[in-house]
C-alpha cells in the first residue's frame, strides 16, 4: 500500500500514474493544497496567482483532455516594473533604456564595471553580474520583500532557470529591439480558477481513496507505520508532499533548522466595482519600500472581465505577526498611491497565508535536504514536490517528478 500524503497537484498526479494501491492523506476539508480557488460575490480568485506554463505536450494533453477547455484561456504574459513614477517593462535588466537618461547611464556605466568577479551568495551574484545600480534599483530591493530576508543567506543559483538572467549583448540588443521573452511567456488559465487543474487531475482518482480532514500526526519509519488524527496504518512506500521540514519533524529527525527556511505570503483577493485604467498588464512588480506589497496581479485582465479582480503578494517573516483588517488598509491606501485604483469601490475581498511560500535556498539547505532525502528514502519514504523537494520549481516540474516517482516504485 501506498500512502500519499497531500491532495494538492503533486499528490494527485502520483496517484494518476501509479500501479500500486494507494490512499491519499489530506489534513484539510478540501483537495487542491495551495493550488485552491475561491468564488465570492461572482469573483473567482486562487490563493494566489496559479499559471500553468506547459513545456511538455504529453503533460499538456494529460490535463486538456481532462479539462472542460471552454472556459481555458492562452494569455502571452505583458508585465512591469513600477519604478519611481514609470512603468518599466520587466525584466528591469533588459530595459534600462526606459529609465530616465541619468540613471540609464549609471545603470549601463555600472554594468561594464563590475568590480566583483566572483560570488557565492544571490546578492553577491546579483551585483557582480549586472553591477551596482541596476542591482540596488531593482533586483535586490525586489527580492528582498519576496523572501522577506538578507539575500546574502540565499545560494547564488537560488531561482536557478527562473532567475531571468542576462548577459551585456542581449541587454544592448534589447535598447533597439525589445525581446523580453521568459520561460512563462505564455501561459494558460481557466476561467473557473487553478482548481479546475485539480478536478482535472481527481477524475480518474478514485474518491473513495481520498481522505479528507485526517491528518498525520507521526511516522515510525523504523516499522513503517503511520499515525493520523483518525488511525494507524501500515504502509509499504509512504509519498509525502508536505513541506520538508514538516516531515522531519513527523519523522522526530533532528535536523539542522538554521539550513532550512522560509518566507510566508500575506494574499489578498480583492474585488472592485469597476475596471482598472491598466486593462494591458498581467501583473506588476513593486520594488520601492513605500509599497507593502512586492507585486500585484490582474485577474481581470488574463480573463477580460469587466470588474477589476486582483491579487496582491506580501512577503512575510515566519515569525510576523499581521491583522489582515489593517493591513488591508495599508494596501488599498498604496493601490491608491501607485495609480491602480482611483473612483473604484471595494466591493469583495478575501485573504490566505502561505506558509511557507517561498524557500531560502542555501548550500547548506540543499546539503540537508539532499542528506535526509537520501535516508528517508532507505526507509521507502520519499519527499516530492515544490515544497516535498524544498526548491523553486513549477506546477509542471512537480508534475514530472510525481510521474517519476511512479514509475520508479
Given at each position: ?267 489578498y483577493n480583492l474585488g472592485f466595482d469597476k475596471q482598472s485604467s491598466d486593462t494591458r498588464n498581467h ?26 479582480s486582483l491579487y496582491i503578494e506580501i512577503g512575510l517573516k515566519p515569525e510576523d505577526e499581521v491583522n ?35 524557500v531560502h535556498i542555501s548550500k547548506k539547505g540543499i546539503e540537508e535536504v539532499k542528506k535526509w532525502k ?36
Amino acid at each position: 500500500m501506498d500512502i500519499i500524503i497531500g491532495a494538492g497537484i503533486t499528490g494527485l498526479t502520483y496517484a494518476n500514474f501509479t500501479d500500486n494501491p494507494y490512499i491519499i492523506l489530506e489534513s484539510s476539508d478540501h483537495t487542491g493544497g495551495l493550488c485552491n480557488t475561491i468564488k465570492k460575490d461572482g469573483f473567482v480568485w486562487d490563493y494566489s496567482g496559479h499559471f500553468f506554463h506547459f513545456q511538455d505536450p504529453t503533460i499538456a494533453k494529460f490535463i486538456k483532455e481532462r479539462l472542460d477547455e471552454t472556459g481555458l484561456v492562452k494569455v502571452d504574459k505583458h508585465t512591469q516594473i513600477k519604478y519611481k513614477e514609470r512603468l518599466i517593462d520587466f525584466p528591469f535588466q533588459k530595459n534600462i533604456h526606459q529609465l530616465s537618461k541619468k540613471e540609464f547611464i549609471d545603470c549601463l556605466y555600472d554594468l561594464f564595471n563590475v568590480q566583483q568577479n566572483s560570488f557565492l551568495t544571490f546578492k553577491e551574484m546579483l551585483y557582480s553580474k549586472f553591477g551596482k545600480s541596476i542591482a540596488e534599483k531593482f533586483l535586490i530591493p525586489y527580492n528582498q520583500k519576496l523572501y522577506a530576508t538578507d539575500l546574502n543567506v540565499l545560494d547564488a543559483d537560488a531561482m536557478g532557470r527562473f532567475f531571468p538572467y542576462a548577459d551585456k549583448e542581449e541587454i544592448i540588443l534589447n535598447f533597439k529591439k525589445s525581446n523580453n521573452d521568459s520561460y512563462n511567456g505564455s501561459f494558460l488559465y481557466h476561467k473557473g480558477g487553478a482548481i479546475e487543474y485539480v478536478h482535472a487531475l481527481e477524475r480518474d482518482v478514485e474518491k473513495s481513496s481520498i481522505c479528507l480532514n485526517e491528518k498525520v500526526i507521526s511516522i515510525n519509519y523504523a516499522e513503517k507505520i503511520i499515525e493520523t488524527n483518525k488511525r494507524r496504518i501500515n504502509y509499504d512506500n509512504l509519498i509525502s508532499t508536505i513541506p520538508f521540514v514538516q516531515l522531519l519533524k513527523l519523522c522526530d529527525i533532528e535536523y539542522d533548522k538554521q539550513s532550512l527556511s522560509w518566507n510566508k505570503v500575506l494574499v489578498y483577493n480583492l474585488g472592485f466595482d469597476k475596471q482598472s485604467s491598466d486593462t494591458r498588464n498581467h501583473w506588476i512588480y513593486f520594488p520601492e519600500s513605500k509599497y507593502c506589497f512586492y507585486r500585484v496581479g490582474f485577474y481581470s485582465n488574463i480573463i477580460s472581465s469587466e470588474r477589476m479582480s486582483l491579487y496582491i503578494e506580501i512577503g512575510l517573516k515566519p515569525e510576523d505577526e499581521v491583522n489582515v483588517n489593517d493591513k488591508l488598509q495599508q494596501v488599498l491606501n498604496d493601490l491608491r498611491v501607485a495609480g491602480i485604483i482611483s473612483n473604484q469601490n471595494l466591493i469583495s475581498w478575501h485573504s490566505v497565508i502561505m506558509n511557507p511560500a517561498y524557500v531560502h535556498i542555501s548550500k547548506k539547505g540543499i546539503e540537508e535536504v539532499k542528506k535526509w532525502k537520501s535516508f528517508l528514502s532507505t526507509k521507502q519514504i520519499y519527499s516530492i514536490g515544490r515544497y516535498g523537494s524544498w526548491n523553486y520549481s513549477s506546477i509542471e516540474d512537480n508534475m514530472k517528478e510525481a510521474i517519476q516517482l511512479a514509475n520508479l516504485l
